[in-house]
């Protein structure tokens, strides 16, 4: 049974590039969410995506949106980025509402130069 | 105020001790309460969830929450080196938003 996917592991851009990225939630879970771990932080919610739809969002800016598709997997994409931007980013998914069963992806390092 | 605020450490016990993480949370009305793990370099896993006031105990780890106080604390008995790591605390608020505080550090010395 394959757990919470992420791609890429590792990437590098620079400020005011766009990036795009991707995750495919646990088998059987339809409920996507992303977060942003700076380092030394603890992980801080971007949005969550059920049935295709935008159902909660944190405080961030609209250079932060995403998608879900039909397969139920997410793409977080960020515009414009800035230096403070470099963090991991996680895709953790759940089945509906049930917030026990939340696993997180391996994440993605973004380093922006 | 943060929404949520641990004990950032580290905190060090010796090997078989108890360890106590720390943790208060602001929203009054929050309802669901969880204690994640990550070790370095790794992405959280779910420890353990608590809802009701009192204690809740799975193996080693006994969550306990006082909503009054506004206080989530988690315990962990006869410390594993294994069990070093960064412990998260996350509060479920209003409108299902995940709130997590910065982490306690903890070093289990054998």
């Known amino acids: 049974d394959a757990g919470v996917t992420q791609s890429p592991t590792h990437l590098i851009k620079t400020r005011g590039q766009q990036v795009t990225l991707r995750c495919s939630p646990k088998s059987g879970h339809d409920t996507v969410s992303w977060y942003q771990q700076a380092l030394g932080q603890g992980p801080q919610f971007i949005f969550q995506y059920y049935e295709e739809e935008e159902r909660q969002r944190g405080n961030f800016p609209d250079r932060f949106s995403g998608h879900q598709f039909p397969n139920y997997s997410s793409e977080l994409n960020v515009n414009a980025l800035l230096l403070g931007d470099s963090a991991l980013y996680l895709c953790a998914s759940s089945f509906g509402t049930n917030t026990d069963t939340q696993y997180f992806g391996p994440g993605t390092r973004l380093t922006v130069l | ?110």
Do not use: H
């Open chain 2, 1 to 110: 105020q943060k929404e949520v605020e641990q004990n950032s450490g580290p905190l060090s016990v010796p090997e078989g001790a108890i360890a106590s993480l720390n943790c208060t949370y602001s929203d009054r009305v929050s309802q669901s309460f969880f204690w994640y793990r990550q070790y370095s370099g790794k992405s959280p896993e779910l420890i353990m969830s608590i809802y009701s006031n009192g204690d809740k105990e799975d193996g080693r780890f006994t969550a306990q929450l006082n909503k009054a106080s506004q206080y989530v604390s988690l315990l962990i008995r006869d410390s594993q080196p294994s069990d070093s790591a960064t412990y998260l605390c996350a509060v479920e608020s209003t409108g299902n938003q995940f709130y997590f505080g910065t982490g306690t550090s903890l070093t289990v010395i054998p």
